[in-house]
């Protein structure tokens, strides 16, 4: 019996089709993701001057001021040992950079497409709500490192100021966790603010002060139990005081109960980050 088939017509394939409007990427969509964050870096990119290197300028002017005030030889006790003082700031100082500018970039991301009325562009690409919110957590993290890796470029070149860290891999750990925090809370400014002024009293109010009050100048052991459980409480000071241990060695809180702490909130914004996106909350009307 022949083995040759009855018809010389090709062999059938499937003829499934995704009905009109329905996404046919299986998985994570890497090409959109790539390109949504890709937008993201430009955009700061763009205006770097601004974005990038007056941060540094400014963070460096702190340095520069605390130290000339109080003298090259004035030193902080820090369990136990005294560190010069412009050694101990200059870590906060650099990881306070990275934190505040990772809020700015995450808080005008979907905040000024609502206010042009081009959220569409957030919104319509096939792209998942995680990644959607991975790339813009991503460009704001991009950001808060290039920022932080120019400030510690200007303090590494500033004379009496040793900025090399003793555990780098420690640093960079709570870099990561501290940028990715306030870029979350970019993000649920974002999504709430129907202004600019909105975006502004959260970095004015609430942001900028719970940095200065993090310990980024003194060591809170110093402070009144009061204050101290306060600043306890404050969770920027976890950040602040595990970054410092990355460069100092040495820090005034356990590290790996601020990293666990830090982590944990990170899950949390991030998941309510997910859910408000994916309702569409004060994006769709």
Same mark, same amino acid.
């Given at each position: ?19 009109? %409007? ?12 790539? !390109? ?20 540094? =300028? ?15 030889? #004035? ?13 101990? =700031?200059?870590? %906060? ?18 905040? &000024? ?23 813009? &957590? ?7 490192? /290039?920022?932080?890796?120019? &400030? ?8 009496? &100021?040793?900025? !090399?860290?003793? #555990? ?6 709570? %870099? ?12 649920? !400014? ?7 002024? #909105? ?32 600043? #306890? ?15 100092? %060695? ?22 309510? /980050? ?12």
């Amino acid at each position: 019996m022949s083995s040759r088939p009855l018809t010389d017509a090709p062999p059938a394939r499937s003829t499934v089709r995704s009905a009109p %409007g329905v996404p046919v990427i299986r998985g994570v969509n890497w090409g959109g993701l790539k !390109t949504l964050y890709v937008k993201e870096v430009r955009r700061f990119f763009k205006v770097q001057l601004q974005t990038v290197w007056a941060p540094a =300028i400014t963070t460096l002017l702190y340095l520069v001021i605390f130290t000339v005030a109080l003298g090259a030889r #004035h030193a902080v006790t820090l369990d136990g040992r005294a560190v010069p003082f412009a050694d101990f =700031i200059a870590p %906060g100082l650099i990881v306070m950079g990275m934190i505040t500018n990772a809020f700015a970039n995450a808080s005008f991301s979907l905040l &000024v497409g609502k206010i042009q009325g081009t959220i569409v562009d957030y919104l319509m690409p096939p792209l998942s709500t995680a990644e959607l919110l991975a790339a813009m &957590v991503g460009g704001a993290v991009t950001r808060a490192f /290039c920022v932080g890796g120019a &400030v510690w470029l200007a303090m590494a070149l500033w004379p009496g &100021v040793n900025v !090399t860290p003793a #555990h780098p891999f420690v640093a960079l750990w709570f %870099g990561l966790l501290g940028s990715v925090f306030l870029a979350l809370v970019g993000v649920l !400014t974002s999504i709430w603010a129907e202004k600019f002024d #909105h975006a502004a009293a959260v970095q004015n109010f609430v942001v900028a002060p719970l940095a200065l009050l993090s310990g980024t100048f003194y060591s809170v052991d110093l402070l009144a139990p009061t204050f101290r459980a306060i600043s #306890h409480a404050n969770p920027f000071f976890y950040i602040i005081s595990g970054f410092r241990y990355g460069f100092l %060695g040495i820090a005034d809180s356990p590290v790996l109960l601020g990293g666990a702490v830090i982590l944990a909130i990170d899950v949390a914004l991030g998941l309510l /980050c997910y859910l408000l996106l994916k309702r569409g909350w004060k994006l769709k009307n």
